[in-house]
């Protein structure tokens, strides 16, 4: 573990980014998170906080690995209907994966893992790694992007932390907002946590109706039953799965080009 050395490249320079590579940090880890309605007591920028924080744990995991610029916008028309909600087309989307890819590319790095947190940028990194993969010269895509994993992760941490209760479905309900909790207790307006829509939910109809058909507050679950003791075990657990799955679809990579 090359722990001591600084792996986020938004604080290298390029020197520095150079002497990583030659070092062997072959990888670069794309975070894609999102500028959308949280509930009454979270930020826009909660999905981008908690891709920031994911990335950094899994970079310190991987020895390979650099953390590159976490999208910070992403696709989230299913969230439009709260106010303060940025969302590109999934076209657009597409797009700045393709060219953050093609900048790594360019580069020289080997692999580039993609790796998804909001629910609505999953599609279109899926699509878009198919299609990039043909236009890279060099860098091969990590495709990190199994959304009912995350989810299952998450509730399994947060029953595994002691919490009693169960949520359908993730969105700024307990298990996200315990993660901020963890990230930073600041972010979270604790005098405005409240219960939503507790009903089952599945991905496809949420992104089709908008989480406003479900939920006025634009909670699914109850954020009141949050706690940061949970989220820090949600962040352990899925950052080591995470960097688990690039480990493995990267030394799988290597071994075929032997
Ligand atoms: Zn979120």
Redesign the pocket.
């Known amino acids: 573990m090359v722990s001591d050395k600084k792996f986020k490249m938004e604080e290298m320079s390029w020197k520095e980014i150079e002497e990583a590579k030659e070092e062997g940090k072959d990888t670069v880890v794309l975070m894609m998170g999102?500028f959308?309605q949280?509930g009454p007591h979270?930020p826009m920028k909660?999905?981008t906080y908690?891709s920031d924080e994911l990335g950094v744990r899994i970079a310190e995991r991987l020895d390979f690995a650099l953390m590159g610029p976490t999208l910070s916008v992403g696709v989230s028309g299913h969230h439009m209907d709260f106010p303060g909600t940025v969302s590109l087309s999934s076209d657009v989307f597409m797009k700045l994966i393709e060219e953050h890819c093609k900048s790594f590319d360019e580069h020289g790095f080997e692999f580039i893992a993609l790796v998804p947190?909001?629910?609505g940028n999953f599609a279109p990194a899926k699509t878009a790694a198919a299609e990039i993969a043909e236009e890279m010269k060099k860098s091969k895509i990590l495709l990190v992007a199994d959304l009912e994993r995350n989810t299952k992760i998450m509730m399994e941490s947060f029953k595994e932390a002691g919490m009693e209760y169960e949520e359908k479905a993730?969105?700024?309900g307990a298990t996200?907002t315990s993660v901020m909790l963890a990230i930073d207790e600041d972010l979270v307006d604790e005098d405005r946590l409240e219960k939503g829509y507790e009903g089952k939910v599945d991905n496809s109809s949420l992104f089709t109706e908008g989480l406003k058909h479900f939920t006025d507050n634009g909670i699914l679950g109850d954020a009141r039953k949050a706690s940061k003791e949970a989220g820090e075990l949600i962040l352990k657990n899925l950052s080591k799965d995470l960097a688990e799955q690039i480990d493995e679809k990267r030394s799988s990579l290597l071994m075929k080009s032997d």
Request: glycine content about 8%.
């Open positions: 999102s959308e949280h979270m909660t999905d908690i947190f909001h629910g993730v969105h700024s996200e």
